[in-house]
């Protein structure tokens, strides 16, 4: 018989028995459904490659310095120049960097993203313009005529596909700026910058040690990322030669300083690679276990097959026959599952896409494309084999023939029948307890993590950014005379009780770190004096964040006085450089970066809590925040965050633009939100996780009661004359109930012992994952493994009710 003639007996067969058969679909559904969905996830973020032609010769290259602690971040512009000059390993490379801008020429202002490169950006990344050109030398240079290429999505969606694009003039930051080109959709991506300008660097004298560009590489044939150091290091070894700046040589030698270049591939992934991998692992455990689940299913009904094919064995059919008929109905079940499965992915990727975090890269390209559907059948075929070979294998010839003749004796639950269930349910519990055990770990790193001292009392607090365009704000006078006006604005509007203003926001971005000298503590000939991270405040800062303050003072106005040079510093820098002392009328200097006069001193007139920098799980950093004055190292700057507060202040969020307006009509204002959704941002991709190895988990232990459940069921269903007689001849019902319920506590019991040995060996994965939550926690273990048990004990209450409620009677009659 072909196997089409096989599946349409196995449909015909299992049309017979619709229950049995709906929850065998159902369930496998909700296993391909969940893996599938994951995989496409998996499949787009981390399997894709990049939409780039040879994109596995694309690099990252970093600056690397571990002596200060520094693993990785960006390059400075004259280390590029020297590497582009002088490397024999990349056929092209490209430096570039993140802005924000004013566009302000398109209706409503509006503060866009735009990126700052080299006139070789799309080149190295082999990502040609889709109309019009790229920069030329003359453009990528001070005081050049400005000029911008636009995304291919800015072109569709700001400039409805105008075919006259080429030769358009924009304002950004004010300036008018020519548009010369259209970039290629493949640069079209989450977060990418819609507006592409030169870098307008000075080639011949360009910055030194700034290290605030990020560099792109296309390696040549034939050479790998690792092989690269050593020969960029000889170039930096030159380079550093001719240095005169004694404290940028004292910063590359003390913190042994030098280039790191990865592949682009796996920067962009970053640490997101673990946790997809995880989480994939997680719902194929899943599957397992509804494929475990599904094949109990099996094993119950056949046993009630037995005299069926004992039949077709006595009539001539060969066990290659019946196991071949019963692997038919497992594909079938497993086919039908798997397209409901898919089907119910197709609706939950996008529901999956919405929880997840936006720093995820690459979310454009998940989706059900062939390769996930493929996937998909190749569940199906697997799950078939998983849950259909095990009860297929137990059908012989000769098993079948003595149920023919032992059928009519009544039922009976063979040992070895017995066996074969229980270990199904026991492997269900002990991958049920594995999912458990990592969702708890992560609850509890979550909670930890919710209830770390943020430094700052973020409720009641709006935020936006402002950004001072250079051609109406020139120098640091009118940046600084815009900041006060506008905080002082922001006051006077209704509910509002405080206003300041910060360079860098907390928890959602890094402070930049200056080398700072400490009086009374000296250096020796040519040391590196210590990075220290420094903000920018004005005014009501600490007051509208409510950040508590340990001694001294905070600004007042007296401290914008010309001359007046103050600074405020928070507790975990003063108990790093002054332990044990009040800082207060302790004197900082910014370290001189040349043979000139060196910095004048700055006294420190307070010491404030320390607030969380860069997110929640980096260690607290060492601060130091400067008023907004003419006299800030490196110069006001020209992009501020704004905070304010007040009760009810997410209603007033008009009222705050028309603040800003108030004060410059023609700026925009960006990123206005409050204090609390930016903490709540910040956690989001660990909430993530959490959110989808819990739901797992709670799948695994909803299945693994179901296999319990309908193992003691049919227990007790085949042993209903034994239970009967047993009734009849005195014995108890709560003595048959714990019968019952014993036999499923030691089932759990085994399966949980085998799940903590296994979760025991494979959290320890989640140790890059987790926060301040060992991957061994005895108490998460413990709870864990306790639920379970619990569940198993209501999974073996129901049948075990049944049994103790069976007639004496009724039980007799039935054969």
């Not at 075929?381 to 294998?393: D, I, K, N, T």
């Not at 519990?429 to 930890?448: D, E, K, P, Q, Y």
């Not at 009641?460 to 009118?478: C, E, G, I, K, N």
């Not at 999974?795 to 009659?813: D, F, G, M």
């Amino acid at each position: 018989m072909s196997l089409f003639a096989d599946l349409r007996v196995a449909v015909r067969s299992l049309a017979k028995q619709p229950r049995f058969s709906a929850i065998a679909v159902l369930t496998l559904a909700l296993g391909v459904g969940a893996v599938t969905a994951i995989f496409s996830v998996v499949n787009g973020v981390l399997l894709t490659p990049l939409p780039f032609p040879a994109a596995d010769r694309l690099v990252n290259v970093w600056s690397h310095a571990p002596k200060l602690g520094y693993d990785q971040f960006p390059l400075s512009p004259d280390l590029y120049f020297v590497y582009e000059r002088g490397n024999q390993v990349f056929e092209s490379m490209a430096l570039f960097q993140r802005r924000r801008a004013n566009l302000t020429s398109e209706g409503t202002p509006d503060v866009v993203d735009t990126l700052a490169a080299t006139r070789t950006y799309f080149d190295t990344l082999g990502a040609p313009l889709t109309r019009g050109r790229s920069f030329t030398v003359e453009e990528d240079a001070p005081d050049a005529p400005r000029v911008v290429v636009i995304s291919h999505r800015a072109w569709v969606d700001r400039f409805g596909r105008d075919e006259r694009i080429i030769g358009r003039v924009i304002r950004l930051d004010g300036d008018p700026t020519d548009v010369i080109g259209v970039a290629a959709v493949a640069l079209d991506t989450r977060g990418s910058p819609d507006f592409f300008l030169p870098s307008r660097l000075n080639r011949e004298s360009p910055p030194q040690g700034t290290f605030g560009w990020n560099a792109i590489a296309r390696l040549k044939p034939g050479v790998r990322a690792d092989d690269t150091v050593p020969h960029l290091m000889a170039l930096l070894a030159t380079h550093m030669e001719g240095l005169q700046s004694p404290l940028y040589r004292a910063f590359v030698t003390d913190g042994g300083y030098q280039p790191r270049v990865n592949l682009m591939h796996e920067d962009l992934i970053g640490a997101l690679e673990r946790p997809l991998w995880i989480l994939l692992g997680t719902v194929g455990m899943l599957l397992i276990i509804a494929c475990a689940n599904v094949a109990n299913l099996f094993l119950v009904r056949a046993e009630g097959r037995q005299r069926e094919m004992a039949v077709r064995a006595a009539l001539g059919a060969g066990r290659s026959r019946l196991v071949r008929q019963v692997m038919a109905e497992a594909l079938v079940l497993a086919m039908a599952g798997s397209a409901l499965g898919l089907a119910a992915s197709a609706l939950g990727v996008p529901a999956l896409l919405r929880l997840a975090p936006p720093a995820i890269p690459r979310l454009d390209q998940v989706g059900l494309d062939p390769i996930v559907v493929l996937f998909a059948i190749g569940a199906a075929v697997v799950s078939s084999l998983l849950f259909g070979l095990w009860p297929a294998l137990r059908y012989s010839r000769g098993q079948a023939l003595s149920a023919l003749r032992h059928g009519g004796r009544g039922g009976t639950d063979e040992p070895a029948r017995r066996r074969a269930r229980n270990a199904l349910v026991v492997a269900q519990t002990a991958m049920a307890l594995v999912l458990l055990v990592g969702s708890g770990l992560l609850i509890r790193s979550f909670g930890r993590l919710a209830s770390t001292d943020l430094g700052f009392e973020p409720r009641d607090v709006m935020t936006f950014r402002v950004s001072l365009p250079p051609a109406d704000y020139q120098d640091s006078a009118a940046v600084a005379s815009f900041t006060d006006r506008l905080v002082t604005r922001l006051t006077e509007v209704a509910g509002v009780t405080s206003a300041g203003a910060v360079s860098e926001l907390p928890v959602a971005t890094a402070a930049p770190g200056m080398a700072h000298t400490f009086e009374g503590q000296p250096l020796a000939p040519n040391q590196l004096p210590p990075m220290v991270h420094f903000k920018a405040v004005h005014a009501d800062y600490f007051g509208a964040m409510q950040m508590p303050l340990r001694s001294g003072r905070t600004f007042h106005s007296g401290d914008l006085a010309p001359g007046r040079l103050v600074a405020i510093v928070n507790d975990a820098l003063a108990e790093k450089y002054w332990p044990g002392a009040d800082p207060v009328g302790k004197r900082i200097r910014r370290a001189a970066s040349g043979a000139d006069t060196p910095p004048p001193w700055i006294t420190v007139v307070g010491v404030v809590g320390t607030e969380r920098q860069d997110g929640l799980r980096l260690p607290v950093r060492p601060l130091v925040y400067y008023p907004v004055h003419d006299d800030l190292p490196g110069g006001v700057p020209r992009v501020m965050n704004y905070v304010v507060r007040g009760p009810g202040i997410a209603a007033r969020a008009d009222a705050l633009r028309e603040a800003v307006w108030s004060v410059d009509r023609a700026l925009p204002v960006a990123s206005l939100q409050s204090m609390t959704e930016i903490v709540d941002a910040s956690i989001v991709p660990f909430t993530f996780t959490m959110l989808t190895l819990g739901i797992a988990a709670g799948m695994a232990l909803l299945l693994g009661a179901i296999g319990l459940y309908g193992v003691l069921s049919y227990a007790v269903t085949l042993r209903t004359r034994e239970i009967g007689v047993r009734l009849a001849l005195g014995a108890p019902p709560s003595r048959v109930m714990r019968a019952v319920v014993a036999q499923g506590a030691a089932i759990a019991a085994v399966g949980l012992v085998i799940g903590l040995a296994c979760a025991a060996g494979l959290t320890r994965f989640l140790g890059n994952i987790l926060f301040e939550t060992p991957a061994l926690d005895p108490g998460t273990f413990v709870v864990m493994s306790l639920a379970l048990f619990v569940v198993a004990m209501l999974a073996s209450y129901l049948p075990a009710r049944r049994a103790a409620s069976v007639s004496p009677l009724e039980s007799i009659k039935t054969d």
